[in-house]
């Protein structure tokens, strides 16, 4: 008995001891939102008011000390977002993580960021006002650095803090620009298909004209191809910082307003994470005001608006990375042929460092198009060198001006100099402004090949005729400025003919298009109401129509009475994807089924890489349609070559089987929310138990689904269970007729720190379609609870 007492002591006292550490620990390394600091490098007082949501208003009285203001808060909120972040793109996260991450910083420590931004800093104008205020923010970003505590997350991985300097900014740009580009996830995936099945399949699954297409037929692995695409989408699949994957803006002019004045919306989609991806911020001086979200470690915002204009982005998925066969010359691999000669592979070393000490050198070739891919993924082995080409890489790049100039503008034609700096990534840039004026400007370097060349493929690095033949001035690029319909938009869609042609690219499908477009056109008297229902709006024009002309060969005597039944229900859903809904777990079941069963028997095992990219979307509302097909098939089954009918038949009945063992006999149990779900992972949260419950937010049951305007992006596979992993970054309605009431939200919270108030206060919100203010009257910022004042030091 005694002796349980003194154990009970011993244990009461360890707990007591733990909770005072832990208390102490808490008050060491929370956000500091009141009170008074001093600040190398600043003038003058700045005042920094934080709002209810945690966002800071930063009151300077002049731009260099809001830079050096704005760094210093965004460290002490997400240091750790931006130590990720900038370790992605320099090779260097298996320093903190180990050695399952050696794959991926050898991909990209080898594709060229490294030696283009060594050029790009070399180019940088040091008097011009955007590498000043990227210095001052950097100048914030280390003090805190060398003032403020650790983030948690550096105690748990063992991670020394640095301080960052300009390349830092560019490798978050980098792979920021390689995030938005699609072909290295596309172009080795039907490259394998080509070179497995042969052009017949290739061409009808893309309705491409191979006519002038330079065969390299002699050089055919499907083999290696197969490798490349799976291996590229592991690489991206394991990076733990969000992916940029699509989104929506559209901007109505005054004629079709109740106000008579400017509506501005924007949700660019991305994949979630915690912290999400943006940073708000709100710069006030005498001659300068924006309210704007940044990305980590980057001092000029990519969506803002002010007083006078509002901007935002959304992908423009252009093509801006081309795939090379090279041919090496007999016996000698440092060699390789081109149309003017032999000329020798340039080779760069690299070192990768490994938690515990580790150091991988490797060596990596680099062809007239750029780095030989088949040496930065492990075991790709056969008989030809893949280049990869691509334009972030080739071309001079600055976006960090780029980025000062579209936040830093005067009129609309200033924004458009901004665009026209653009090169990669391509963002479609949406403008409105207090003047009435409203504009689309597609941006990003375009170029022209040969007329019928198609782009999606491995094309000949020996030839000389797979070459860029032009590269195309800005005012060729997609836009439109006032147009006489009164408004702009984009979804990730396909741009009109640019210089003549249809532009390459990876577009999305039109069903967020078409939508937009059918609640814009023939209505008039838009308020800020109706942008809210629209932003938030989960009906998908397309799937009714796809359902309509799968089944338009299946008659009542096919189907019993259960699957008729659900039929029924099928053909008569209107397309919404809300969460009591039955019919998007129907649908999405039996897509599944109809896509497995009309691909995966000569497609094989580059259909799991083709179910994941948004390029099977299209195939699966072009498939649809065709009564005779080349897929239809079934080559696993022999004497027997079956119809659209058959696939179709077999589809619809395995999906009722499946949703009947998965969802039960009951079909008013088959609903959305059962099947659909949404959680924000934290790169600790993701090893579960204790510190899933600490560092995720969520799960949720999401309203919405893929490709609606409320879009929830998730794969389609075999376990009837979708796990949304990207979506609305942000939702911003901005109206001109009463800018100070301009609304928006994120998906969690403005802190990446856990013992901040503000790490996961709008989840709620987010997922419930509402919405929390963004302030800018001086009066109510002023009235903020929380004030911290930075000091001269």
């Not at 049951?701 to 269970?721: A, E, M, R």
Request: aromatic residues 12%.
């Amino acid at each position: 008995m005694i002796f349980s007492r003194k154990v009970l002591g011993l244990v009461a006292s360890f707990l007591i001891i733990m909770m005072i550490g832990s208390f102490f620990f808490y008050k060491k390394l929370k956000p500091i939102y009141n009170g008074k600091l001093n600040l190398t490098g600043i003038s003058d007082l700045v005042k920094v008011y934080f709002d209810d949501i945690g966002v800071p208003h930063i009151n300077a009285s002049n731009s260099i000390d809001a830079y050096i203001a704005l760094g210093y808060v965004h460290a002490q909120d997400r240091l750790w977002q931006m130590e990720l972040t900038r370790r992605v793109a320099a090779g260097r996260l298996a320093e903190i993580f180990g050695k399952d991450f050696v794959s991926v910083d050898k991909f990209f420590l080898g594709i060229g960021i490294e030696e283009r931004i060594a050029q790009n800093i070399e180019r940088v104008n040091q008097n011009s006002l955007s590498f000043k205020m990227a210095m001052a923010y950097l100048n914030g970003v280390n003090q805190f650095i060398e003032k403020g505590p650790k983030p948690i997350e550096f105690y748990m991985l063992g991670i020394d803090k640095e301080k960052y300097t300009l390349k830092d900014i560019y490798n978050v740009f980098a792979y920021m620009a390689f995030s938005f580009a699609l072909a290295h996830k596309t172009d080795p995936m039907l490259t394998a298909i080509k070179e497995k099945l042969g052009k017949n399949y290739l061409k009808e699954l893309v309705e491409a004209d191979y006519s002038n297409l330079t065969s390299i037929e002699n050089y055919s692995c499907a083999e290696s191809s197969i490798k490349i695409s799976k291996a590229i989408n592991t690489i991206i699949d394991r990076l733990p910082v969000a992916s940029f994957i699509g989104s929506n803006s559209w901007v109505i002019g005054k004629e079709k307003t109740k106000s008579g004045k400017v509506l501005f919306a924007n949700d660019p989609h991305i994949a979630y994470s915690q912290p999400s991806v943006w940073y708000q911020s709100h710069i006030k001086t005498p001659d300068y005001e924006m309210y704007g979200y940044n990305l980590a470690l980057t001092p000029f915002p990519l969506l803002g608006h002010n007083r006078n204009y509002a901007y935002g982005v959304t992908m423009f998925q252009n093509d801006d990375i081309d795939f090379y066969v090279e041919e090496n010359i007999e016996n000698d691999d440092m060699c390789y042929k081109t149309k003017n000669g032999i000329e020798k592979y340039k080779l760069i070393n690299k070192s990768i460092k490994v938690k515990g000490g580790q150091t991988i050198n490797y060596q990596v070739k680099f062809s007239q198009h750029g780095p030989i891919i088949n040496n930065l993924i492990d075991h790709i082995k056969g008989p030809r060198p893949i280049s990869m080409q691509w334009i972030y890489t080739k071309l001079d790049n600055d976006l960090l001006e780029a980025a000062y100039q579209l936040s830093h503008s005067n009129s609309i034609s200033q924004f458009k100099k901004g665009a026209a700096l653009l090169h990669s990534p391509g963002l479609n840039l949406m403008y409105g402004d207090v003047k009435d004026n409203i504009a689309w400007f597609g941006a990003g370097k375009l170029y022209k090949y040969r007329e019928g060349l198609y782009r999606k493929v491995f094309l000949n690095g020996l030839s000389g005729k797979d070459e860029i033949i032009e590269f195309l001035e800005f005012d060729k690029n997609p836009q439109a400025i006032n147009p006489e319909w009164g408004y702009v938009y984009s979804a990730n869609n396909q741009p009109d003919s640019i210089a003549g042609i249809l532009y390459p690219g990876y577009y999305l499908p039109e069903d967020r298009a078409k939508r937009i477009v059918d609640l814009l056109k023939d209505k008039s008297g838009f308020t800020k109401e109706d942008m809210i229902k629209m932003i938030c709006d989960i009906r998908s024009v397309t799937a009714p129509d796809i359902i309509d002309k799968m089944f338009s060969c299946i008659s009542s005597q096919d189907l019993s009475e259960k699957e008729l039944k659900v039929l029924h229900l099928l053909k008569a859903w209107n397309g919404d994807f809300g969460k009591n809904n039955i019919e998007p777990v129907i649908y999405n079941r039996v897509r599944y089924e109809f896509m497995k069963n009309t691909f995966k028997d000569e497609m094989k095992d580059v259909f799991y890489q083709f179910m994941n990219t948004p390029f099977e979307e299209k195939v699966l509302a072009n498939q649809v349609k065709k009564e005779e097909s080349i897929w239809w098939d079934d080559l696993n089954t022999k004497n027997k070559k079956e119809t659209k009918k058959d696939i179709v038949l077999i589809s619809f009945k395995k999906g009722v089987e499946f949703l009947e063992n998965q969802l039960g006999k009951n079909i008013e149990e088959w609903k959305w929310k059962r099947v659909a779900s949404v959680e924000h992972e934290h790169v600790i949260g993701k090893l579960g138990g204790i510190f899933r419950k600490i560092f995720n937010v969520g799960p949720y049951q999401p309203n919405g689904g893929d490709q609606v305007i409320n879009n929830k992006i998730y794969n389609i596979d075999s376990t009837g269970y979708y796990k949304v992993y990207a979506g609305p970054s942000t939702r911003r309605i901005i109206d001109f007729s009463n800018i100070e009431n301009s609304i928006s939200i994120i998906p969690t919270g403005q802190s990446g720190n856990i013992f901040s108030p503000y790490y996961r206060d709008q989840k709620e919100k987010y997922h419930n379609g509402l919405f929390v203010k963004m302030k800018l009257n001086q009066t109510e910022i002023e009235n903020s609870k929380n004030i911290l004042v930075f000091l001269p030091d």
